[in-house]
C-alpha cells in the first residue's frame, strides 16, 4: 500500500522520524511520498529519497509560506526537483483560510510561477485548494488547455462531488485522506464513492487529519490502511481490489515505474 502525501520532517517526528521511515515495509507502507511546503523542508524531503529507497519526493512553496517566494527561491526549487526521487512540484496553490495568510497576490504569483516551472521540467504538481475551489478550478483549467500533457492531483480534496467531476474531465487526479472515514463527513464520502477509480490516490497528510480510530492523535503513514478500509467498504469492493488499483495509480501518476 502507498502513502502518496505526507509530512515526516514535520517536528512532531523529531523524536522518531527515522524510526518510522526505517519500518515503513514492516507497517505495510510500501512506498511513502514526503512533501515539501518551503525551502527547508522541501531539502529535507530530497535528503529522505536518498536515504531511504521506498520515499519518494515532492518540493514546492505552499500558499501559506507564499511569502517565501522570490526568484531565486523559485531557482532552488528547480534545482531540487532535479534530483532523482523528485516526481512532482508541490504542494502548491490557493489558501484563505486564514486571516493572516499571504495576500492573494502574493499567493496566486507563487503558484502559478511553480505551475509554469513544473510544465517546464515536465513534472507532474500536487495542489493545496481551501476555500478557494473556484480560483484554483479556474487556473488548473487554463493551464490544461495550453498545456495538454500537464498533469495535477488535487491533494486531500475536500470540494464537491460536482466540481470533481469537471476535475476529471480535465484528466486530473484527487487524493483522499483520513477525513473519509470521519462519521459526519457525508461529501467526503459521495467523492469516494463516485470518483473514477482510475484516478484515485491514498494518503495520509501526516501528521493531520488522522483517520478513525486515530482521530485526534499524531498521524503516520502506517494510517492510510484505514482510510482505504472505508473506501473499499464505500465501493463495496476488496481492500485487496483497491489498494492494487490506487498504487497503479500512484505509478501512473508520478511516472514510476514500479519495477
Known sequence: MIDAH?????????EDRHQILENLKKDGVDYFFNCGSNLETSR?????TKKYHNVYGIVGIHPLDADEYSESALEEIRDLAKNDKIVAIGEIGLDNHYEDSPSKEIQEEAFLKQLQLAIDLKLPVVIHSREADQRTFDIL?????????????????????ELM?????????ITLGGVTTFKNAKTPKMVAGEV????????????????????????EPKYVRETAKEI??????????????????????YRINEN
Open 232 to 253: 473499499a467498504s464505500l465501493r463495496e469492493m476488496t481492500l485487496e481490489e483497491l489498494e492494487k488499483i490506487t498504487d497503479e495509480n500512484v505509478f501512473r501518476f
Open 165 to 173: 467531476r469537471e476535475y476529471m474531465k480535465l484528466g486530473f487526479y
Open 196 to 219: 473514477p477509480i482510475d484516478r484515485l490516490m491514498l494518503e495520509t497528510d501526516c501528521p493531520y487529519m488522522s483517520p478513525v480510530p486515530y482521530r485526534g492523535k499524531r498521524n
Open 6 to 14: 505526507g509530512h515526516l520532517e514535520d517536528r512532531q517526528y523529531n
Open 141 to 161: 483549467k487554463e493551464f490544461k488547455e495550453d498545456n495538454k500533457d500537464f498533469s495535477c492531483v488535487l491533494h486531500c480534496y475536500s470540494g464537491s462531488v
Open 44 to 48: 529535507q524531503t530530497v535528503e529522505f
